[in-house]
């Protein structure tokens, strides 16, 4: 299969994911309690969704209060897998490359960029936003060096079959692909696929047609 996120729907990690931001935005506003409706308004979902979510993994609500927002943190954090650091490899320094690199949110979160991928002779053995610079066949003893558990794919789609395939040689079992070539991988593997163009096609679509509906014509 080109990708594979496991048994649980996307759409229902991606909100754990957005009822944490949640969470926390509403942590630093002094709130203690915040119910399902609320978090729901902030986000744009139902409250029948959010606790639909949230019973998924636990029961977590208090009856007449809501959910405990220091808890619900905790617990959300551990359910995403956050209660452990991510060590990360970019597979590529190009402008998105350079992107991710610099971007200072990931650490907060737990993701530490720890090795760069380049096959731009200038660029191997420089660092990078302090981070060093590699040739990409050194990917698997690096890769074991450093307990390095995801691989971020910005390489041209030229070159993004073979920089998959080193990436599952080295047993880097999270890939996050931002091209748009697609392989098939054993399940062992998890691959996350981003089209950034597919999502601006999206975003065109329902600016066009706000109101279509499809009936499977």
Partial sequence: MAEYLGPTPIATVTRLSIYLRTLEEAQSENIEYISSMKIGQRNGFTSAQVRKDLSCFG???QKGKGYYIPSLIKQLR??????QKWNI???GLGHLGQAFVGYKGFQ???FNIVAIFDTDENKIGTKYNGIPVHHPDDLKRI???K???IAVITVPS???KASIQRVIDAKIKGILNFTDVRISLDNEFVMKNVNLVGELETIAFYITRPDWQCRGI
């Fill in 158 to 160: 030229s070159v993004a």
């Fill in 147 to 149: 307990d390095i558990q």
């Fill in 108 to 110: 907060k979160s737990g």
């Fill in 59 to 61: 029961n977590f609500g």
């Fill in 78 to 83: 551990s359910i995403l897998g956050l209660s």
């Fill in 143 to 145: 890769a074991k060096n």
């Fill in 89 to 91: 490899a970019i597979m």
